[in-house]
């Protein structure tokens, strides 16, 4: 992403000739990821109905 050719990926993406860090692509990772996920919109949930 040198030079904002990139503007159009997020940031916090390495560019794409690198091979995505391997902390992510073991299934563990990526199922703790997506149980954080659950956890967060059920808390966001939970945070909007308190704040309306």
Same mark, same amino acid.
């Given at each position: 992403?040198?030079?904002?050719?990139?503007?159009?990926? @997020?940031r *916090?993406?390495p /560019?794409?000739? *690198?091979? @995505?860090? @391997?902390?992510?692509?073991?299934?563990?990772?990526?199922h703790i990821?997506s /149980?954080?996920k659950?956890? $967060? $919109? $059920?808390s $966001?949930?939970? *945070?909007?109905s308190?704040?309306?």
């Amino acid at each position: 992403g040198r030079r904002g050719r990139s503007t159009s990926a @997020p940031r *916090y993406f390495p /560019e794409r000739q *690198y091979p @995505p860090s @391997p902390t992510y692509s073991t299934p563990m990772e990526i199922h703790i990821d997506s /149980e954080t996920k659950l956890k $967060l $919109l $059920l808390s $966001l949930n939970h *945070y909007h109905s308190v704040l309306r």
